[in-house]
């Protein structure tokens, strides 16, 4: 019973260790802390915030979003997020945590000046590589949020947050009109335990570490206007959260899990002594993802096979059973297995 419990334990600790593309450059968060009633946000914010996007929306180093923390784009996320930089006012852009005081008389300069920051963030790895990843099965969606440090991490305490972003969003705008176009509004928050998300590392945590979140999401109608935005915050010792990195993929781009099914019944998963088995002819093996009975990844490393027949090592887990999801080619299949030992 106590060998169990300990295994049980350590499961609680277990990494995501399987294949991963790690975005590891140190991504740029541009926040416009805004409201459609404000005038000079629809005027000197509007050329500064639209005139930067123009320039960076292919750079997937730059994250722009648009918070609504007042108004009829209000909502909970936007307001707690401004709150937490503590900046007066509207509009007012915070980068990267601080204020760059943008005005009426200095839109071009601050610009220039934000576009030579993303490109010089851009070119050095972040403490906190990310990877975003959107899976749909029947109407539902689980995203998957995986991160690795980058380098030895000392005292840390850090959070995923995962939040739907809108593009192209026709509202109302004071200082321009009823039709105007949003960029990248922030619309809510995926993750209902808090807005700062879930836990990823906390503590002092080792060069390479490597650890997963998977979020449920509601059924939406993915779109390339509809993101997925996931930050990674850094709480501090006065309670404050620090920007640390960030990634956004359109909605659109889902790994299925919506295989013939035909093509699924041919997939088998087979647990064989120090090892799991998984076949699946017709179909090259991608990865492999097993799942405990907590909704806890659980490793799976590869030690012998490719294409559509892989050997992977069974990690000593509690009796029961559990699921493996088999990805291949951008579809997802999964099995039930019983481990009894």
Same mark, same amino acid.
């Given at each position: 019973?106590?060998?169990?419990?300990?295994?049980?334990?350590?499961?609680?600790?277990?990494?995501?260790?399987?294949?991963?593309?790690?975005?590891?450059?140190?991504?740029?968060?541009?926040?416009?802390?805004?409201?459609?009633?404000?005038?000079?946000?629809?005027?000197?914010?509007?050329?500064?915030?639209?005139?930067?996007?123009?320039?960076?929306?292919?750079?997937?180093?730059?994250?722009?979003?648009?918070?609504?923390?007042?108004?009829?784009?209000?909502?909970a996320?936007?307001l707690?997020?401004?709150?937490?930089?503590n900046?007066?006012?509207?509009?007012?852009f915070?980068?990267n945590?601080?204020?760059?005081?943008v005005?009426?008389?200095n839109?071009?300069?601050?610009?220039?000046?934000?576009?030579?920051?993303?490109?010089?963030?851009?070119?050095?790895?972040?403490?906190?590589?990310?990877?975003?990843?959107?899976?749909?099965?029947?109407?539902?969606?689980?995203?998957?949020?995986?991160?690795?440090?980058?380098?030895?991490?000392?005292g840390?305490?850090?959070?995923?947050? @995962?939040y +739907?972003?809108?593009? #192209?969003?026709?509202? $109302?705008? /004071?200082?321009?009109?009823?039709? !105007?176009?949003? *960029?990248?509004?922030?619309?809510?928050?995926l993750?209902?335990?808090?807005?700062?998300?879930?836990?990823?590392?906390?503590?002092?945590?080792a060069?390479?570490?490597?650890?997963?979140?998977?979020?449920?999401?509601?059924?939406?109608?993915?779109?390339?206007?509809?993101? @997925?935005? +996931?930050?990674?915050? #850094?709480?501090?010792? $006065?309670g /404050?959260?620090?920007?640390?990195? !960030?990634?956004? *993929?359109n909605?659109?781009?889902?790994?299925?899990?919506n295989?013939?099914?035909?093509?699924?019944?041919?997939?088998?998963?087979?647990?064989?002594?120090?090892?799991?088995?998984?076949?699946?002819?017709?179909?090259?093996i991608?990865?492999?993802?097993?799942?405990?009975? @907590?909704?806890?990844?659980?490793?799976?490393?590869?030690?012998?096979?490719?294409?559509a027949?892989?050997?992977?090592?069974?990690?000593?887990?509690?009796?029961?059973?559990?699921?493996?999801?088999?990805?291949?080619?951008?579809?997802?299949?999964?099995?039930?297995?019983?481990?009894?030992?």
């Open positions: 019973m106590l060998k169990i419990k300990f295994v049980i334990l350590c499961l609680l600790f277990v990494q995501f260790t399987f294949a991963q593309n790690y975005k590891s450059s140190q991504s740029t968060l541009v926040i416009k802390k805004t409201a459609d009633w404000c005038p000079f946000c629809g005027t000197y914010g509007w050329d500064f915030f639209d005139g930067l996007y123009k320039d960076v929306k292919s750079n997937p180093d730059a994250i722009l979003i648009a918070m609504h923390y007042s108004g009829g784009l209000q909502n996320p936007s707690e997020i401004t709150n937490n930089f900046v007066p006012g509207q509009p007012v915070v980068v945590n601080a204020d760059i005081l005005n009426s008389s839109v071009n300069a601050k610009i220039t000046q934000v576009k030579s920051t993303i490109s010089s963030n851009g070119q050095l790895v972040s403490p906190i590589g990310v990877d975003l990843a959107l899976f749909k099965t029947g109407n539902n969606f689980t995203a998957t949020i995986s991160a690795k440090a980058n380098q030895d991490l000392n840390v305490n850090t959070f995923a947050g @995962l +739907l972003v809108r593009n #192209n969003l026709v509202h $109302n705008q /004071s200082g321009r009109n009823t039709s !105007a176009v949003h *960029i990248n509004v922030l619309e809510k928050n993750i209902a335990e808090s807005t700062w998300g879930k836990p990823l590392f906390t503590g002092n945590i060069k390479n570490n490597t650890t997963s979140v998977e979020v449920p999401i509601s059924s939406f109608a993915t779109s390339a206007d509809l993101k @997925l935005l +996931l930050i990674v915050w #850094n709480k501090l010792p $006065n /404050s959260y620090a920007f640390l990195n !960030a990634q956004m *993929i909605s659109n781009s889902i790994t299925t899990s295989v013939d099914l035909s093509i699924a019944e041919s997939l088998t998963v087979t647990p064989v002594e120090n090892s799991i088995k998984i076949s699946w002819p017709g179909r090259k991608d990865q492999a993802i097993l799942t405990n009975q @907590l909704g806890q990844i659980v490793p799976l490393q590869k030690i012998d096979g490719q294409g027949e892989v050997i992977f090592s069974k990690p000593s887990l509690p009796i029961g059973v559990y699921q493996v999801s088999v990805i291949s080619e951008g579809k997802k299949a999964t099995k039930s297995i019983f481990l009894n030992e």
